[in-house]
């Protein structure tokens, strides 16, 4: 079984950390001769003295968005295999002749691979469950709407919220309306405000639910925002000034 590519990638380290187990390495003179072996392989222009397949450059490094939005470069341990070979070849510069010569991190992180693989396994596992487990919960909630739109006397007071209240609206009425329905002796109200873009291009409907509970305690969002101002152009509520 293999893992996800990202799986994978995530738990590879940065091309700077992998760079920097080789002793008193000039990281930036050593990134630049990896990725211009690479390059130059995958493009069959390669002349160097080193004897490089195709083979060795495939899946030697990868960039990748993470979760954060940020843009995460990583040398695998394939490629720190290759990042070695390129070392003891004398084409990885370092500070000095007499600089040490001990490659035994490298080479820790090169024989990580298959734990690295089984980890992104799991990794890849555990969320197919937790999508599989919120797809589920989320099909209860649609099934649980619609029998209280049919049956709203079933409703329980522990289970009212702003979701339910707005996907039983959703399952009795359809998208696109508001209105009052009374849940487990609340009187629950869902309202639609509509926005509009300055220039009225743009319009964006969003819903504002809210009840009150048989002691005659609010929730939910009962305020209505502040008006559209169409004619200020520095206020038009994040839907763009066109």
Not at 47 to 63: F, H, I, M, R, Y
Not at 78 to 93: D, N, Q, S, V, Y
Not at 94 to 119: H, M, N, T, V, W
Not at 182 to 210: H, Q
Request: charged content about 30%; overall charge negative; some cysteine.
């Amino acid at each position: 079984m293999s893992p996800n590519n990202q799986s994978f990638h995530s738990l590879c380290k940065r091309r700077t950390e992998v760079i920097k187990l080789i002793p008193e390495v000039k990281p930036r003179l050593a990134l630049q001769a990896f990725q211009n072996l690479i390059f130059e392989v995958a493009i069959d222009e390669y002349n160097g003295s080193l004897e490089v397949a195709t083979e060795e450059v495939s899946g030697a490094s990868a960039s990748y968005i993470d979760d954060y939005g940020g843009d995460r470069e990583v040398i695998t341990p394939h490629g720190a295999k290759l990042l070695k070979r390129m070392f003891e070849a004398g084409m990885i510069p370092q500070k000095r002749k007499l600089s040490p010569k001990d490659l035994s991190a490298l080479d820790a992180y090169i024989d990580s691979e298959g734990s690295i693989r089984q980890k992104a396994i799991l990794l890849d596992e555990k969320v197919k469950a937790e999508k599989e487990e919120g797809e589920a919960a989320w099909r209860a909630i649609e099934a649980r709407a619609a029998h209280l739109a049919e049956h709203p006397e079933d409703a329980k007071l522990e289970e009212i919220n702003s979701t339910l209240i707005d996907r039983v609206f959703i399952a009795k009425y359809g998208y696109g309306r508001g209105g009052e329905i009374d849940l487990a002796g609340c009187r629950c109200s869902k309202v639609l405000d509509r926005y509009v873009s300055n220039s009225g291009k743009t319009r964006r409907t969003d819903p504002r639910i809210s009840w009150i509970d048989p002691d005659g305690n609010q929730h939910g969002d009962p305020n209505p925002p502040a008006p559209n101002r169409r004619s200020d152009p520095n206020r038009n509520w994040g839907l763009g000034r066109e």
